[in-house]
């Protein structure tokens, strides 16, 4: 490639280069196939919860395909400690500069970001994109900026007394979070539970929201235990199946968008054959 890729970003002609193989080996395991035209290199188990849903360089079906293949590999793996502590749903962000640190801490815990959070999870129930967003946002400031989750029990003005981590409860507790979504909730049900779980430890506000929660889970569900256990079930299905519907009609939305787009350029067509000279005579 003309050089190597140096960490000040770009090549340099004078250091020297890595072999590619010795960087995938890194990262990934060679395998290789029957009849396949070259070799696979396919991700190593331990390397899966680097793997960021919400990298803007994958196609949708590339980022569907990936989910499951990170969800069976995490399964491999096992949890992500002995005390089986939740994975988030991203990992911490790379090193930075000292500066440039303290700036995207700033940034992470300003008004304005907040404020974005608060809408991404206040989304309407059809939009899941925005709800991943959110959630990816909100692990993003739980690593660079975990001072601000002091914040997210307090309602912000105007707010209407909505606060950061009743929406994360909220969401936890309607098991929406990317239900059906992608195929594997698993991820970001895990990912949810881990947000919850840190706000719950570095501040006592979010802490007090989520026993208030429990209590009212269980104050919910004071009846014969074997009836909750079968209503919640119930519940559960119902919501999956309300999820299959919404992303059953949002799939034939687009197939719709997609055909009329068709029917329009068959339009262009036609005018171009009506406007063109009349064939000549013999």
């Keep these: 490639l003309g050089g190597a890729v140096v960490a000040g970003g770009g090549t340099s002609r004078d250091a020297p280069v890595a072999p590619l193989d010795e960087l995938l080996s890194e990262t990934?395991?060679?395998r290789s196939v029957p009849g396949a035209a070259g070799e696979l290199w396919e991700l190593k188990p331990e390397c899966a919860d680097e793997y960021d849903p919400s990298f803007l360089r994958l196609t949708r079906v590339a980022h569907e395909k990936a989910l499951e293949r990170i969800a069976r590999f995490r399964a491999k793996v096992g949890p992500s400690s002995s005390t089986t502590q939740p994975r988030p749903l991203v990992g911490p962000p790379p090193e930075a500069h000292a500066s440039f640190q303290a700036a995207r801490r700033s940034l992470l815990s300003c008004d304005n970001t907040k404020r974005v959070l608060v809408a991404a999870l206040q989304r309407d129930k059809d939009d899941r994109d925005l709800e991943c967003r959110g959630l990816h946002l909100a692990t993003l400031i739980a690593?660079?900026?975990?001072?601000?989750?002091?914040?997210?029990?307090?309602?912000?003005?105007g707010s209407g007394g909505v606060t950061i981590m009743g929406l994360l409860l909220a969401l936890r507790d309607e098991a929406s979070a990317t239900t059906e979504y992608f195929g594997a909730s698993k991820i970001y049900d895990e990912g949810l539970d881990w947000l919850v779980r840190t706000a719950a430890d570095l501040d006592a506000g979010c802490a007090d929201l989520v026993a208030e929660a429990k209590r009212k889970n269980e104050k919910s569900f004071d009846v014969d235990e074997d009836a909750g256990v079968e209503a919640d079930a119930l519940a559960k299905k119902?919501?999956?199946?309300?999820?299959k519907k919404r992303a059953?009609?949002?799939?034939a939305a687009r197939q719709a968008s997609f055909a009329a787009s068709l029917d329009l350029d068959d339009d262009d067509d036609d005018d171009v054959v009506a406007g063109g000279a009349a064939p000549k005579e013999e």
Aim: charged residues 25%.
């Design 238 to 243: 119902a919501r999956r199946e309300d999820a």
């Design 28 to 30: 990934a395991t060679r």
């Design 248 to 251: 059953l009609a949002a799939f």
């Design 143 to 157: 690593h660079a900026a975990p001072g601000a989750l002091k914040t997210w029990a307090e309602a912000g003005t």
